[in-house]
């Protein structure tokens, strides 16, 4: 019998890299085409401009209580999305979890605030937890360095009190 695939190659490794070949092609064509769908959105529409309190959970300079004052002014008068201890305090009853969904997102839009930045709200409120005790007292937070440096001087400041002299010795050095 005859092979009819290119030398070298047995009919299985011949498939296998054919259909990569094929996979390959598709996935550029693809993603060239997912390019240029994003070139003509941005041509036609306006970019919103986030608001401060989303960029400022990774802004490593941004000042927390600005950030919090900020996040309280974009909710004032809008409808939150729901948090988990409102889901928590149902006790886990189909009927009342059902209820909370019906009352706070009956009445929400696609366009509303808290459906287009619910991710963003329950990451800045477990931002907002979590960096609370590491604000300076300009309101910035502190950088993991200087965190570091505070562990360091914690660590050495316990190490100089469990530290006993030796007996007869009252000198620590």
């Known amino acids: 019998m005859h092979n009819i695939y290119p ?38 529409q306006t970019v919103k401009k986030q608001p401060y309190w989303v960029n400022a959970m990774d802004d490593p300079d941004a000042n927390y209580y600005k950030a919090v004052s900020d996040f309280n002014a974009f909710w004032k008068n809008k409808i939150r999305p729901i948090e988990e201890d409102e889901l928590f305090e149902t006790g886990g009853e189909k009927d009342r979890e059902e209820a909370l ?24 409120m477990h931002w907002k937890n979590d960096a609370e005790h590491l604000v300076k007292p300009d309101g910035h937070i502190k950088s993991v360095e200087d965190r570091l440096k505070e562990w360091e001087q914690l660590q050495e400041n316990a190490r100089l009190k469990t530290r006993k002299p030796a007996p007869g010795n009252t000198n620590l050095n």
């Open 101 to 124: 969904r019906e009352r706070k997102q009956g009445k929400l839009r696609n366009s509303d605030a808290a459906v287009i930045y619910a991710f963003e709200y329950k990451r800045f």
């Open 7 to 44: 030398a070298g190659f047995s009919r299985f490794s011949w498939l296998s890299k054919m259909l990569g070949i094929i996979f390959l092609i598709c996935h550029v064509s693809h993603a060239d085409a997912q390019q240029k769908k994003t070139a003509v959105n941005s041509t036609t």
